[in-house]
């Protein structure tokens, strides 16, 4: 098994294990895709990835992290999906998408506007909404915490989403569970203090988790497969941990889930991450041994040695990269040719592959 071995996962099938990894792009008017989307991610596609996953998609418009995000709460949004993923299949790989909802993190600027809370005035919104009525941080909104109507509205609004995702052609849904938005902090101890059958007990905390899946599943093709990413560990005493994270694995796999995407940190802003090359990469070995479920590995993964060696040690059955991604829309072509496997370049840049 290597990375250029193609995988099928339910009914679908993937030309290799490299994925695009959701990155927020902060480029939407009223949470609507446009020619941005359309390059970026179709550029991914003519690169050689597997998956081509479009960033984080906002379930609700205020479960956006900001007014710039991607959405998929109202049909206007579906068209300009659907081209995007017509243009991503055309050239090879799966198109997926990733449901979101931002929670505490919502309301607030793009990074290069310095990602601090957004008025009215500037496109923002109040309330926000979390478990517990919580900040982020001493400077950040204070959210309001969630009643029973306002999570079922939530649990409504993912089912919602992955109908219209279905009709937009995504072959893929990912869930957001991890970085600290909003199901994240449903699942840490340090975000979520209710005392209802939402919060206490590991049981309690991964209520929501459940209902979701459960609302995405019900509309969701058998066929098609269903991911889950998660933070494996908040990084901080008494949080959310690996154990945890295993626990959760034996537990969503039944509920029709077919791989965690393991990244980790993001719920408490002062959390010591030891950061270094392919840091989360244990997580994803770890939960794969541990939970049976397939994993995919994500940060801080550069090379297409570091890559490869990922999936031929069985630590992952998915590698997922984003800033490289960003550096070299090509990087799997380029990996290819670096590891010495087939890869198909498009015709329109054949010319201009090295050759021996």
Avoid at 14 to 39: K, T
Avoid at 122 to 139: C, K, M, V
Avoid at 189 to 196: A, F, G, V
């Amino acid at each position: 098994m290597h990375l250029f071995d193609p995988i099928t996962i339910r009914a679908v099938a993937f030309r290799n294990r490299i994925a695009v990894s959701p990155m927020c792009q902060y480029s939407c008017e009223d949470g609507s895709a446009n020619d941005w989307h359309l390059v970026h991610l179709g550029a991914r596609a003519i690169g050689g990835a597997g998956l081509v996953m479009t960033e984080a998609n906002a379930v609700s418009p205020e479960g956006r992290i900001s007014p710039a995000d991607l959405g998929l709460w109202k049909d206007e949004q579906m068209e300009p999906l659907a081209r995007i993923v017509r243009f991503i299949e055309k050239n090879g790989a799966v198109a997926g998408t990733q449901l979101a909802h931002a929670g505490r993190k919502a309301s607030t600027s793009a990074p290069w506007q310095g990602g601090g809370p957004v008025d009215a005035s500037n496109g923002g919104w109040r309330p926000i909404y979390a478990p517990s009525a919580i900040p982020f941080t001493h400077d950040s909104i204070l959210p309001e915490a969630l009643d029973k109507a306002g999570i079922a509205r939530i649990v409504r609004a993912f089912g919602e989403a992955a109908r219209r995702a279905l009709a937009c052609g995504f072959k893929v849904i990912e869930i957001h569970g991890a970085h600290g938005y909003l199901l994240s902090e449903f699942l840490s101890p340090l975000s979520n203090h209710r005392t209802d059958e939402y919060g206490g007990s590991f049981e309690n905390r991964t209520r929501l988790l459940r209902e979701v899946i459960a609302a995405i599943r019900g509309e969701w093709t058998e066929g098609l497969p269903l991911f889950l990413r998660i933070s494996a560990t908040d990084w901080t005493e008494g949080g959310w941990t690996i154990r945890d994270s295993i626990a959760l694995a034996r537990m969503v796999k039944p509920l029709g889930v077919d791989l965690l995407d393991c990244s980790s940190g993001g719920n408490l802003p002062d959390a010591k991450i030891p950061l270094g090359a392919g840091y989360q990469v244990p997580f994803a070995a770890q939960i794969r041994r541990e939970g049976g479920v397939m994993t995919g590995a994500v940060g801080m993964i550069t090379s297409p040695q570091q890559a490869d060696q990922i999936i031929r040690n069985g630590d992952a059955d998915l590698v997922l990269l984003a800033r490289e991604f960003l550096r070299d829309p090509q990087w799997p072509l380029h990996a290819a040719q670096a590891l010495g496997q087939p890869c198909d370049w498009p015709v329109q840049y054949d010319r201009a592959r090295p050759r021996p």
